[in-house]
């Protein structure tokens, strides 16, 4: 650097000043996360049971969910009709607001491991499953964080009788689509799946309900799938 006969080369200490400028900025911009950020899946995928009996939730939305419930002509709704002719206090509105409710309790449960919870609201063979990803986490030491931000929607794809062993066993399957923080962390506390980014989450949940005669069992949670 020439700096004599008093010369200071003031350009170059500008051009510096503006180059580390740029890099700050782009380093802020880039660092940032834009978008829906890929995420782990959702709850492991649970068989078809060979029998069921029991319940959704039952409690209300905490916020405003967009439902869709399939019009009387269409099939789904012939069938939505059928169900009614078994349970008189069965209505699809209820029957969503109780799916919402299950839906957020066992989120949240299989992320802390809460055996008695999901007992209660799965099926035998789903319980299975969901018992069988938490033994495996369990033994690799991790752990999982799932924050439920907002149920976006809730609707009713498709309604079917189950060939389940006693009394006459029916089917609803949900899109339920969500925005959640999802997270597995290993023992140090380092992410190893998913993200820290609130992600929408497309789900297809299958909740089953054994009628016998006149006494009608309750809702269990006996599939769930990324959809």
Known sequence: MNVTGGHFPFDLIFFALVAVFLVLRLRSVLGKKAGLQPGPVAPPQAPQPSRGAAVVGGQKPASDVSTNIPAPATRVGQELGTLRSLDQSFTPEQFLSGAEGAFRQIVTAFAAGN????????????????????????????????????????AIEDVRKTDLAAGTGVAIDVRIVSDQISLTLDSSQQPVAGTDAVTEFSDLWTFERLYSGSTGGSWRLAAARSA
């Open 115 to 154: 055996r008695p919870v999901l007992q209660e609201r799965l099926t035998p063979a789903a319980f299975a499953a969901f018992e069988s990803a938490i033994i495996t986490r369990e033994q690799a030491g991790e752990t999982q964080k799932s924050e439920i931000r907002s149920v976006q929607s809730m």
